[in-house]
Structures are given as C-alpha cells and as structure tokens.
C-alpha cells in the first residue's frame, strides 16, 4: 500500500537519502579540495540547501568522519599490513607507496591523516592509530640496517605531504608525476655509506606546527 503524502515513513526515508547525498557529495569535494571546502561546497554539489547539511553535520569533523570513514578504516588496515612484509625494508616501501598513492587522489584522507587539530573522536583515533605503526616500520627498517640511521618517523608525514604536493599540482598535467619523486625519495631513504648528514632531528612538535600551517585549515562551520 502507497504511504500518504507527509508520512513519518516518507520523512524518514527521505531524510536518510539526504543524508546520504550528502556523505556522498562531501566525499567528492573533500576528495578533489581537502579539507578547507565549504558547507556551501557541500550544498552544492549534493543539490540541497545548506541548512540540510549543517541539521544533518553541525560540525566540519562530524561531516568528514562520516565522509572519509570507509576509505581512512582501509588506509589504516593496509598500513598495518605493512608490518607483515617479507623484509622490514620492503614493509616500509609498500606503506610509502601505498600512502603516497591515497594522498595524491584523496586530499581530504591526507590532510585528515597528515593534518593536526581534529577534535572528533574518530579523527583522532585514526591519526592514533596509524602513527604507533610508522613508527614500528621506522624501527624495524633501522634494525635491520635498510634505512639510514638519521631518519625518523616524524620525518615521515613530511616527505609525504611534499609528494601529495606535486601530485595534486601535476594532477591536469600527468597524473603519475608524483611516483618520479616518490621513487627518488624512497632511494633517499635507503641506508649507504655515501649519505650525508641530515642535522638536527624535527620533533613531533615541530611537525605538527609545520602541517598545521602547511594544509588547509578545518574549518568549524564551514
């Protein structure tokens, strides 16, 4: 039997597509621009008003965690992979490649990876989740004599925002030109007697200052 017009049945179902055009649209545009797009953005790209997406996400955070959710949880799982490599060496390489290649088509799963100062629990979590990780491949890649000694693993978020820079900037030019330099880091990176000296390690602190002024800002309300 047909629901009348008005029904709470209805409501509900069409607030649900809603919801989603909204989650979907919010994908796209955080995919092309990062994270400093607009409610607007949103709006117009989902076609409706920006007041559905600020009833439905009051804040940017809980609009990218529902955006961005599914494709973090599987750059999370595929960075923890990594640790099960055949060599240490080759565990650390698979997770540059792999990040690397998520950042240069997701800008918004890199500046939520990369960026600082998210409140949103799940934001938070992921970023917890994944740095603990790096720095067992660091690690291990130093026990085993692969990567040079001087490098750590808050250099890491750095050497990956600059590759995601090129591959967002070469992004109408040639797509794949950021693996160029992707492989002339990843050379870089391996341990040889000819390397020199890299100076004073950054902290983690300084890290966080320096991709906080880098990436595009979170934006509370869009």
């Not at 607009?38 to 600020?54: C, I």
């Not at 001087?150 to 090129?166: G, K, R, W």
Request: hydrophobic share 40%; net charge neutral; proline share 5%.
């Amino acid at each position: 039997m047909q629901e009348p017009a008005g029904s709470g049945r209805a409501l509900r179902r069409d607030a649900r597509a809603n919801r989603q055009r909204v989650i979907e649209a919010a994908r796209q545009v955080f995919a092309t621009h990062g994270v400093s797009v607009t409610y607007d953005d949103v709006a117009r790209q989902a076609g409706v008003g920006v007041g559905t997406v600020y009833r439905r996400f009051p804040t940017k955070e809980s609009l990218l965690a529902a955006a961005l959710e599914e494709s973090l949880e599987r750059h999370a799982a595929s960075i923890e992979a990594a640790l099960h490599a055949p060599t240490d060496w080759d565990g650390l390489v698979r997770f540059l490649c792999r990040a690397a290649q998520l950042h240069a088509t997701d800008r918004g799963v890199r500046d939520v990876e990369l960026g600082a100062g998210f409140d949103e629990r799940y934001l938070a979590q992921i970023r917890d989740r994944i740095m603990p990780i790096i720095r067992q491949l660091v690690a291990r890649a130093h026990a085993e004599g692969t990567l040079r000694p001087d490098v750590t693993a808050e250099d890491i978020p750095v050497l990956l925002t600059m590759i995601s820079e090129v591959a967002h900037h070469s992004r109408q030019v040639r797509p794949e030109t950021y693996t160029r330099y992707l492989r002339l880091l990843i050379d870089g990176l391996r341990a040889s007697p000819e390397v020199g000296d890299l100076g004073t390690p950054t902290t983690g602190t300084e890290v966080d200052a320096l991709l906080r002024h880098w990436l595009p800002g979170l934006q509370r309300r869009g």
